[in-house]
Nanobody, 127 residues
Framework: QLQLVESGGGLVQPGGSLRLSCAAS????????IGWFRQAPGKEREGVSC????????NLATSVKGRFTISKDNAKNTVYLQMNSLKPEDTAVYYC????????????????????WGQGTQVTVSS
């Protein structure tokens, strides 16, 4: 059974950093493009970043470009989201999920057969 577990969230001051992890079990990340999404209170879930199956292509939402970096370690079957220069507006629950691809390029939409979000990990940016 495909399962993704998010971790690494916490409380951080503005300008601080966090690294989120998305650990996969029941399948290997070699065969999936993976994305990070977030949902702030009262807002819809939005795509943040994604990485292709090979890891050679990444995509970032405009709001996080220059601050966030996505990477993957196939040996650990884990995708990471390094978040630097955090802002209060980054406060949200962060989730990971398989994403759609077009000619190998990942896009910030969950894959069509994705059914169930995990628990997510809470990120709170506040002084």
């Amino acid at each position: 059974q495909l399962q993704l577990v998010e971790s690494g969230g916490g409380l951080v001051q503005p300008g601080g950093s966090l690294r989120l992890s998305c650990a996969a079990s029941g399948f290997t990340l070699d065969y999936y493009a993976i994305g990070w999404f977030r949902q702030a209170p009262g807002k819809e879930r939005e795509g943040v970043s994604c990485i292709s199956r090979s890891g050679s292509f990444t995509n970032l939402a405009t709001s996080v470009k220059g601050r966030f970096t996505i990477s993957k370690d196939n040996a650990k079957n884990t995708v990471y989201l390094q978040m630097n220069s955090l802002k209060p507006e980054d406060t949200a629950v962060y989730y990971c999920a398989p994403v759609r691809t077009i000619q190998g390029i990942c896009i910030l939409l969950p894959s069509t057969d994705f059914r169930s979000w995990g628990q997510g990990t809470q990120v709170t940016v506040s002084s």
